[in-house]
């Protein structure tokens, strides 16, 4: 780390001291911020090329790393999750990244904390309803590196669309005067989405994977033609999973609202909709999604 600390113009903090006395932000307009738990790939690296953009001459582009504890379940991977951090700051760098933020767990949660934010709609369903507490991590962390850091904007991967609506819904909530912005999920050539989960794949799993998205795609093709019942948009992806990927368990599979996130039911699906999957294949649960209407 000390060698790269000399590398371009990127500026790399891993205390809350050394953030709170050397950073100073006063004539940086616009400030963006990439949140990531590290592990980077070519979608993070696709958010901070947006965050670049967006910076223009006189802006500054922040991404923290930090792998944030209280998001994870007691027997989630939180120990196993990859860490690596050189590559990261190269892709960092290389990305026109002003200053790398990775604070200690220590820095972020100085004593077992008793004060968390809730949100207490959006967050139910979905990832919510099998990751119970997962979304109180995720707003308390953001919302304290976003008190941090103190962007004009903020960049989160649509690949996780339940996280990126439950954020706006906090943003909008607390009034922050901060712009969410979504990026694209990026993925492989055939197809399946790129996250940092995919390295614990065996070989066979991987191949099988990409049947989320042939699944999804299906589904969409279905209700581009017309097709508004969610069972049947459902079973669709279940159809090209079951065919695709024999060793799949699905976690969750719904078509909500894109919005709300309620799932549709008897009185059918919308014009706008999201179908959100959650699948295992082995222990690993991969997340994706597909938006359905123009
Ligand atoms: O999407 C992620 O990597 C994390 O959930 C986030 C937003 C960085 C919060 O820890």
């Known amino acids: 780390v000390a060698a790269l600390r000399h590398m371009a113009m990127t500026q790399i903090v891993t205390s809350l001291d050394e953030f709170r006395e050397t950073v100073r932000f006063d004539r940086s307009d616009p400030r963006i911020l990439v949140p990531t738990m590290g592990a ?47 590559e990261d700051l190269k892709i960092c760098s290389d990305h026109g990244v002003d200053l790398v933020f990775a604070p200690s ?10 004060t968390s934010v809730h949100e207490s709609s959006l967050s139910l369903g979905l990832c919510g309803g099998s990751r119970p507490g997962h979304f109180d991590g995720v707003c308390t962390i953001v919302l304290k590196l976003l008190m941090l850091t103190t962007p004009h904007i903020a960049i989160f991967g649509k690949k996780d669309y339940q996280q990126l609506a439950v954020i706006r819904r906090m943003v909008r909530d607390l009034n922050l005067p901060i712009d969410i ?12 989405a790129l996250s940092s989960r995919n390295a614990y794949l065996s070989e066979s799993l991987r191949e099988q994977a990409p049947a989320i998205r042939r699944g999804l795609l299906e589904a969409q093709k279905l209700h581009a033609e017309g097709e508004r019942d969610a069972t049947t948009l459902r079973a669709a992806v279940r159809h090209l999973l079951a065919d695709g990927a024999p060793d799949n368990r699905i976690d969750y599979l719904e078509v909500v609202d894109p919005d709300s996130l309620e799932p549709f039911g008897e009185t059918g699906v919308g014009e706008q909709a999201v179908i959100a999957a959650a699948v295992f294949f082995g222990k690993t649960r991969l997340i994706d999604n597909i938006e359905l209407g123009g």
């Open 40 to 86: 980077l790939h070519d979608g993070h690296a696709s958010l901070l090329k947006r965050g670049n953009e967006l910076k223009g001459k006189s802006g500054f582009l922040i991404a923290t790393i930090f792998v944030n504890p209280t998001q994870f379940g007691p027997s989630e991977d939180f120990d196993s999750y990859p860490r690596t951090f050189e």
């Open 105 to 114: 767990t220590e820095d972020m949660y100085p004593g077992e904390p008793s």
């Open 181 to 192: 912005q979504g990026g694209e999920t990026v993925r492989e050539k055939d197809g399946l």
